[in-house]
C-alpha cells in the first residue's frame, strides 16, 4: 500500500516565523500536489510539481519535489495567521491520487 | 466557491435512520469521487465515478450506498450507520480519471452518527 507520510503532524508558531513542511513516501509518484484545507471547507489545491528537483513559489510559499520524486517540502517565510490551515500532500500515480496523513497548522498573530 | 456543492452541510442521525448526502459540480467534470475524513487518519478515498459510472469501491462497508444518475450529481445513501461512520463526508470533481488531475472538492457534510 502506497502511503505519504506528512511531519510534523501539527505545527504552532507566532506570526512572522518560517517553517517547513515534509512529505515522505517510500514510492516514486508521476507527480505531486499540495493541498490547503481551511476550517468548514474542502481542501483547495495549491500547486503541482512534476519533475524531480523542481522549485515551485506561490508569494510566500515554496514548494520542492525530490530528486527521486518520492519526497516533497513546503516551505512557508514568515506565515500569517491567514496560513492557517491543514496542508495535505498528494501522489499521483498511474490513475490514482494517494492524500498524505495531512499538518495542521495554526499561526498565532 | 469551488464549483462543488454539497448539502446537508451537517446531518445528525442516529443508527436505524435512512439519509442521503447530495453533491453537483458545475464545472463540466467527468470524474466525482466521494471521501471520509476523520480526526485520526488520511483522507480516505470511497467511490469513484467516470462518466457516471463506478470504477472504484474501496471495500468500502454497503451501509454506504452510492449514486450517479449523471455527470453533474453524486449521491450518498447512508442507511444502519455505527458511531465510526461520524466524520466530514468530502465530493470532489476533476476533468478526468487521471490522478495528475486537480481535485475540486466541496465543502463537506459533516456528520454525526448518535
Known amino acids: 500500500t502506497q502511503l505519504l507520510e506528512q511531519s510534523p503532524q501539527f505545527l504552532s508558531i507566532q506570526e512572522g516565523e518560517n517553517l517547513t513542511v515534509y512529505c515522505n513516501s517510500s514510492?516514486?509518484?508521476?507527480?505531486l500536489q499540495w493541498y490547503r484545507q481551511e476550517p468548514g471547507e474542502g481542501p483547495v489545491l495549491l500547486v503541482t510539481v512534476v519533475t524531480g528537483g523542481e522549485v515551485k513559489k506561490l508569494k510566500r510559499l515554496t514548494f520542492q519535489f525530490g530528486d527521486a520524486r518520492k519526497d516533497s517540502s513546503l516551505h512557508i517565510t514568515a506565515a500569517q495567521p491567514g496560513d492557517t490551515g491543514l496542508y495535505l500532500c498528494a501522489g499521483h500515480n498511474t490513475d490514482k491520487l494517494i492524500f498524505g496523513t495531512g499538518t495542521r497548522l495554526q499561526v498565532f498573530p | 466557491e469551488t464549483g462543488v456543492t454539497q448539502t446537508p452541510r451537517h446531518l445528525v442521525m442516529g443508527m436505524t435512520n435512512k439519509k442521503s448526502l447530495k453533491c453537483e459540480q458545475h464545472l463540466g467534470h467527468n470524474a466525482m469521487y466521494w471521501y471520509k475524513q476523520s480526526a485520526k487518519k488520511p483522507l480516505e478515498l470511497m467511490f469513484v465515478?467516470?462518466?457516471?459510472?463506478?470504477?472504484e469501491n474501496n471495500s468500502v462497508p454497503s451501509r454506504f450506498s452510492p449514486e450517479c444518475p449523471n455527470s453533474s450529481h453524486l449521491f450518498l445513501h447512508l442507511h444502519t450507520l455505527q458511531p465510526e461512520d461520524s466524520a466530514l463526508y468530502l465530493c470532489?470533481?476533476?476533468?478526468?480519471?487521471?490522478?495528475?488531475?486537480?481535485?475540486?472538492f466541496g465543502p463537506g457534510t459533516r456528520l454525526t452518527v448518535t
Open positions: 514510492s516514486v509518484f508521476s507527480s
Open positions: 465515478y467516470s462518466l457516471e459510472e463506478r470504477v
Open positions: 470532489a470533481s476533476s476533468p478526468g480519471l487521471d490522478g495528475f488531475y486537480e481535485q475540486y
